[in-house]
């Protein structure tokens, strides 16, 4: 019986971080928050989680999902991301 093995180029990624409805900005310098933000406003995002700092160096936790298990899967979504980056 012979098997067939697709070939690297042909093989879609249907989820995680190389799948083709996933988009990332790489890490490495310092990007302005107003950039970050018109970015994501320009890819006309439906639903948006934002963690950050304010001038008073507050936490601020912001989230448009009404279902906070939604907003804990995008977090943990992100966080594995940022993880891989800095191995």
């Given at each position: 019986?012979?098997?067939?093995?697709?070939?690297l180029?042909?093989?879609k990624?249907?989820?995680g971080?190389?799948?083709?409805?996933?988009?990332?900005?790489?890490?490495?310098?310092?990007?302005?928050v107003?950039?970050?933000?018109?970015?994501?406003?320009?890819?006309?995002?439906?639903a948006v989680?934002v963690?950050?700092?304010?001038?008073?160096?507050?936490?601020?936790?912001?989230c448009?999902?009404?279902n906070p298990?939604?907003a804990?899967?995008?977090?943990g979504?992100?966080?594995l991301?940022m993880?891989r980056?800095a191995?």
């Amino acid at each position: 019986m012979k098997t067939s093995i697709p070939k690297l180029h042909s093989i879609k990624w249907k989820n995680g971080q190389l799948a083709e409805n996933v988009h990332t900005i790489n890490f490495g310098q310092d990007t302005p928050v107003i950039n970050v933000l018109q970015g994501a406003a320009e890819e006309m995002l439906k639903a948006v989680c934002v963690i950050g700092y304010d001038s008073n160096n507050q936490e601020y936790i912001a989230c448009s999902y009404s279902n906070p298990k939604e907003a804990a899967y995008l977090f943990g979504r992100g966080q594995l991301f940022m993880l891989r980056q800095a191995d």
